[in-house]
């Protein structure tokens, strides 16, 4: 059974989504993918996954590092969940690229060699956004492309990460 709760952020609803005990999604409302793992008929309820999450985004709203992670279940293939795996090592304040995460794999991991797109298309289906970090991936000439959240969110997740130094 999939459970469902809402979240209000500075950039619009958020849908979470978990099997009871961890986060299984956490989706703007009307993003691409949006819910795409969802099962039918998942229904509203308060779980301790949600207060756990609410809690971190509240944290990171507010332009700070949340110090946990609240128990997450990526539902996908393996290939997928190794992408996502990489996104969760990238650090705060920081990005990779696409081109990089996909030469890091067969390295680390001993997978067959994957193409940037291929890790896009991993990046692009992540179903834990923010928190499993998808934001954080940039092209390799340092342009924001791609984000199912939308561009303009991507752009507002790197400032909160980066805001501007005063001189």
């Not at 978990?18 to 989706?27: A, C, E, F, K, M």
């Not at 997978?111 to 923010?130: D, K």
Request: proline share 8%; hydrophobic share 40%.
């Amino acid at each position: 059974m999939d459970y469902i709760s809402r979240y209000r952020s500075p950039l619009g609803a958020i849908t979470l989504a978990s099997d009871g005990n961890s986060l299984t999604g956490l989706w703007f409302d009307g993003q691409k993918y949006f819910a795409a793992d969802l099962a039918d008929g998942a229904a509203a309820k308060e779980l301790p996954v949600f207060t756990q999450t609410a809690r971190w985004l509240d944290i990171y709203f507010r332009g700070e590092k949340p110090d946990f992670t609240p128990p997450l279940l990526l539902r996908g293939t393996a290939f997928r969940r190794e992408v996502w795996s990489r996104l969760l090592a990238i650090p705060y304040g920081q990005t990779s690229c696409y081109r990089d995460i996909a030469a890091a794999l067969p390295r680390e991991k001993n997978m067959p060699p994957a193409s940037a797109r291929a890790v896009g298309g991993a990046v692009g289906h992540n179903p834990i956004s923010i928190i499993v970090p998808c934001h954080r991936v940039i092209g390799a000439d340092g342009s924001l492309t791609g984000y199912a959240g939308g561009l303009e969110r991507k752009r507002f997740l790197l400032a909160l990460e980066n805001p501007p130094v005063d001189s």
